[in-house]
């Protein structure tokens, strides 16, 4: 009983398997669609998704291997005579019909699609230009820029900050694959270096007086180095305001010695005349008086009072007498 059933039921498989094969379509092979892919103009790099659509279905989708390449199969069942749309990175580049793949196995389709756009804005600290000029501009994505720093008169080109190839470089590039701002930093050529004894300066005897040193221009900071004794040497003060006193009266002279921090330093001289008087109780020679000193000045108001005192009196007994 069981063998006859399976008996039955292979002679049935076997009868239905043709009718089964002749009631579906055959299975066409897929349909080939391949060509260059580009964006704005170059070609798509390497990993560039392209993948296709059917009636707003997505069907296939592949990443590229070759720069400026795809390749992508459909299947073509059920879909030959459609419109087949083919995106790149998402945006449409290209359409053909699903052709029956029986006929037609592979289709060249070339694919293309606009860059995308970003904005290049160049800047500047300092004084100087840039080309392309100070402001924004507009690149396919993707586009290497060249980029040049240009000092004014004066001025030199210091460093780029960005993402630039070579930021120490005045020509470099700049590759546009997103909104970018680069600055181009310029500095100023120092001037010479001058150094500056301040003065001319006023001192009474055996009192110290304050000199002020200074420079400008070389490169900052300076170091300092005085002759107070005019000996020749600048080895009195390395301060940069120092004071000095003088024994006695006269006329000095004082020099000044600045270093910069330049490689090599530069250095520069100069000096101040100093004019040391006696020192005197009269203020003579523009020493002035110690001042707030009642104890010094009571003799001369206590005097001053008993001469009007005495006057007084005087007047009164004149007055008496008479
Ligand atoms: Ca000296």
Redesign the pocket.
């Known amino acids: 009983m069981r063998i006859k059933l399976a008996i039955l039921t292979t002679v049935l498989a076997v009868l239905l398997l043709p009718a089964t094969a002749l009631a579906a379509a055959p299975p066409g092979p897929p349909l080939g669609f391949t060509g260059s892919v580009t964006i704005g103009g170059v070609d798509a790099p390497v990993g560039t998704t392209v993948s296709a659509e059917i009636e707003s279905i997505e069907v296939a989708s592949i990443n590229t291997s070759a720069a400026g390449q795809y390749s992508i199969q459909i299947a073509p069942e059920g879909n030959i005579g459609k419109m087949v749309v083919f995106k790149v990175n998402g945006v449409i580049g290209g359409e053909h019909l699903c052709v029956d793949s029986w006929e037609t196995p592979i289709v060249s389709l070339n694919l293309a699609i606009s860059g995308v756009s970003y904005t290049l804005t160049m800047a500047v600290t300092g004084n100087g230009s840039t080309t392309p000029a100070v402001g924004g501009h507009d690149y396919t994505s993707g586009t290497a820029v060249p980029i040049t720093a240009i000092p004014d008169a004066g001025w030199l080109f210091d460093s780029w900050t960005g993402d630039v190839a070579d930021t120490l470089s005045a020509s470099t590039t700049v590759t546009v694959d997103a909104d970018k701002t680069v600055t181009a930093s310029f500095i100023e050529i120092p001037g010479a270096l001058v150094a500056d004894a301040g003065g001319s300066y006023n001192g009474t005897a055996g009192s110290s007086v304050s000199l002020s040193g200074s420079a400008s221009g070389g490169t900052a900071p300076y170091t300092y180095a005085w002759?107070?004794?005019?000996?020749?040497?600048?080895?009195?003060s390395t301060a940069q305001n120092p004071s000095y006193t003088w024994a006695s009266a006269g006329d000095y002279t004082v020099g000044l010695q600045v270093t910069d921090s330049a490689t090599p330093a530069n250095t520069d001289t100069d000096t101040a005349s100093v004019h040391v008087v006696i020192a005197s109780h009269g203020g003579v020679g523009g020493t002035a008086y110690p001042p707030n000193k009642p104890a010094i000045l009571a003799p001369w108001i206590a005097l001053g009072v008993a001469i009007i005192a005495g006057a007084t009196i005087f007047a009164r007994r004149r007055r008496a007498e008479s």
Not at 227 to 236: C, E, I, R, T
């Open positions: 002759d107070l004794d005019n000996d020749g040497a600048y080895d009195d």
